[in-house]
């Protein structure tokens, strides 16, 4: 049956986010439906939103979403009717090299199909019958959603859905970036820049992860206060002797993440690393941004830059780990949901981000 399902739309870029009715067909062969409880408003939605992430419109918005599944195509065997699933926006074949070594982040096969399902269609229409795209295979932004199973992960009963939605994309990326990009060892030093939603989960995953030192950067002083609710041990104020209080109070860190997405930044958290320290790059730059480092250093203190997409993340592995972490009360989910908003306020959710004034927003579905 196809469903009907308010939605957030992008009709153009930089154009205000609009919230409209649309059409959700079910599930065809290795594809489920699902019905949203929540769904997170992320960077990335935004910057699709606005063009920089190059996303055609009309596009539905949405990746960080969470709910149960009411409806599965032919093929899947995995999931039923009732069962509770969060989204991942890593489309993955499960065959290409990279998906054979483990980095489905990278498959070649199917990161192409960043807009519709990776069968290169989409389920979704307006009033007026027009095919809308889909934010990276998923568009959860809305009351319903048919995605490719490979999209959906199982969650466990004991993580309500408003924070499981944040696994999908903030806590991955940010955790991930620390878990499995960096492998930070226990008693490493780490500086992070920029303590908004991805931010704050480096934070905490130096913290769980074992790093002793753990210094946050950032321009506002409500963040930093924030980022020590998460696990920094110091916090710096954004400016350009930041690297310096970094050095000092760290003696040059082992390793600096840059969650802010600029060029300039990332040259200040290479400036902060001391022998041997590595930069995790996890911001999304624009295209054209550049960044410069004295290339002697790389061999001469065995310095190294790399980066991080989407936490390195092994969805089906990652996410029920991360489940646990929050079972165990390491993890702290609670704590990143700053504001709730109804799928019809998703537009002032967007204007509320863009204010800086949100851990996290999410949308809550009836
Ligand atoms: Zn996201
Ligand atoms: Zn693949």
Known sequence: MTRTARAAVCRDWNQPIGVETIQVEPPRRDEVTIRLH?????????????????????????????????AVGEGVEDFQAG?????SFVSMCGTCRYCNAGRPVLCETVNSALTTLPDG???????DGNALNVFSGCGVMAEYATLHVNNVVPVTDDVPMDRAALVGCAVMTGVGAVFNTAQLEPGSTAVVFGAGGVGLNVIQGCRIAGARQIVAVDMSEDKLETARQFGATDTVL???KAPKAVRKLTGGADYAFECVGRGAVAEQAYACLGKGGTVIIVGVAPRDDMTRINTLSL????????????????????????FGLYAGGQLLLDELVSQRYTIEEA???????????????????E
């Open 38 to 70: 929540a769904c997170g408003v992320c960077h990335s939605d935004l910057s699709a939103a606005t063009g920089v992430i190059a996303f055609p419109p009309p596009l539905v918005l949405g990746h960080e979403g969470a709910g149960e599944v009411v």
């Open 83 to 87: 069962d509770r699933v969060i989204t």
């Open 121 to 127: 269609t989409v389920r979704t229409h307006d009033g």
């Open 238 to 240: 954004a400016d350009d």
């Open 299 to 322: 061999p001469a203190q065995e310095r190294g830059i790399r980066g991080s997409w989407f936490g390195s993340a092994r969805p089906r592995y990652d996410f029920p780990r991360l």
């Open 347 to 365: 537009p002032r959710a967007f204007a509320d981000m863009e204010a800086g004034r949100n851990a996290r927003g999410v949308i809550l579905f």
